[in-house]
Structure formats: structure tokens, C-alpha cells
């Protein structure tokens, strides 16, 4: 007997918010004290590797943005940076080794050797 099959949810933006990255983001939120204001994923050339990902908090809802919801969050792609990040998991780490978001994203081949950009 095989094991089914499971695959990402599909989502407006192709991105997913792991349940930790919606948490961490809506306690910023929350101690912000603003509602008004989305996690906005976007690239952006730069860095040695040619391409940067750019994650910020965004009052904008700009013409052809992608837009989904996670645990009250909203996060929003703009047009030109979708497929790029088509697959993309956005988790967060809070361990000993590490702390902040991570972009897992099957569409980057290659990486610069500080990490800070992809091809």
C-alpha cells in the first residue's frame, strides 16, 4: 500500500507561510501596534548571485499583487516577482544557530557563497 501523495497548497501568491513565519510576523504586528500593513515577499535584482529577495511589512496594495491570507497575516507578491517565487516555503528558525526568516524556494538554482542573493 502506498502512502498518499501530498502536495503545497495551492495559494493566490504560489508562496507558502509556514504556521511559525505567520506567527512571528503577526507578534511584529501586534507590537507595532498596526493593522493596516501586509508581509510583502518581492524580488529584486541585486547581490553577487543576480537576484535578492526582499521581506518587509507593506501598507501598499499595488495594481496586480497577489494577495493571501495565513493566520491573520496577509501576504502579498507583487506581478513581476511571482514567478520567481512560485513554491517558495517562508519559514521562521529561532534557535540557537539561527534566527529570522528563511526562503525555501525551489526556483533558485545557485546561491552566492554569503547567501545573501540567488540566480
Known amino acids: 500500500m502506498t502512502a498518499p501523495q501530498t502536495t503545497a497548497p ?11 513565519a505567520a506567527q512571528k510576523a503577526g507578534a511584529l504586528l501586534a ?5 493596516d500593513l501586509s508581509l510583502r515577499i518581492a524580488v529584486q535584482p541585486g ?6 529577495y526582499q521581506l518587509f511589512f507593506d501598507d501598499r496594495l ?3 499583487d497577489l494577495v ?4 491573520n497575516v496577509t501576504l502579498v507578491v507583487d506581478r513581476m516577482s511571482a514567478p520567481y517565487l512560485t513554491g ?12 529570522g526568516f528563511t526562503i525555501d524556494n525551489p526556483n533558485a538554482t545557485g546561491s552566492c557563497a554569503c547567501g ?4
Open 31 to 35: 507590537q507595532e501596534g498596526r493593522d
Open 62 to 64: 499595488l495594481d496586480g
Open 116 to 119: 545573501d542573493s540567488f540566480s
Open 88 to 99: 517558495a516555503r517562508i519559514d521562521f528558525s529561532d534557535t540557537i544557530e539561527s534566527q
Open 47 to 52: 547581490g553577487c548571485a543576480g537576484l535578492r
Open 68 to 71: 493571501d491570507t495565513f493566520d
Open 10 to 20: 495551492a495559494t493566490a501568491t504560489g508562496v507558502v507561510l509556514t504556521e511559525a
